[in-house]
């Protein structure tokens, strides 16, 4: 099981931007579909964005297109979510997370494609 590790979230202004990273364990990352989430506070997780496991498809929500990007940088066994033009209603926790199965092309935006999960990084963004 590949173990999934967030960071870069903190406090941003309106307007800022952030990098979150999810770093893999495994030097198969690569093969695996990655999905970004959130959840704010007495809210349900969410889509954010997904990358393939090839990295030749990206996938986001209408909430973060335009302003959200996310890459994976295979040599660094890492996959990014850059977030530009934050807004506060972006204020959430934030989770990179993985099929069981490597080489599928899972439904991006469904949670329930997703079982393998990080521990989660907060972002908060003041108005």
């Known amino acids: 099981q590949v173990q999934l590790v967030e960071s870069g979230g903190g406090l941003v202004q309106a307007g800022g931007s952030l990098r979150l990273s999810c770093a893999a364990s495994?030097?198969?990352?690569?093969?695996?579909?990655v999905g970004w989430f959130r959840q704010a506070p007495g809210k349900e997780r969410e889509f954010v964005a997904a990358i393939s496991w090839g990295g030749g498809n990206t996938y986001y929500a209408d909430s973060v297109k335009g302003r959200f990007t996310t890459s994976r940088d295979n040599a660094k066994n890492t996959v990014y979510l850059q977030m530009n033009s934050l807004k506060p209603e972006d204020t959430a926790d934030y989770y990179c997370?993985?099929?069981?199965?490597?080489?599928?092309?899972?439904?991006?935006?469904?949670?329930?494609?997703?079982?393998?999960w990080g521990q989660g990084t907060q972002v908060t963004v003041s108005s």
């Open positions: 997370a993985t099929p069981f199965i490597a080489k599928v092309h899972p439904n991006y935006y469904s949670l329930k494609s997703y079982h393998n």
């Open positions: 495994a030097r198969t990352f690569n093969n695996y579909a």
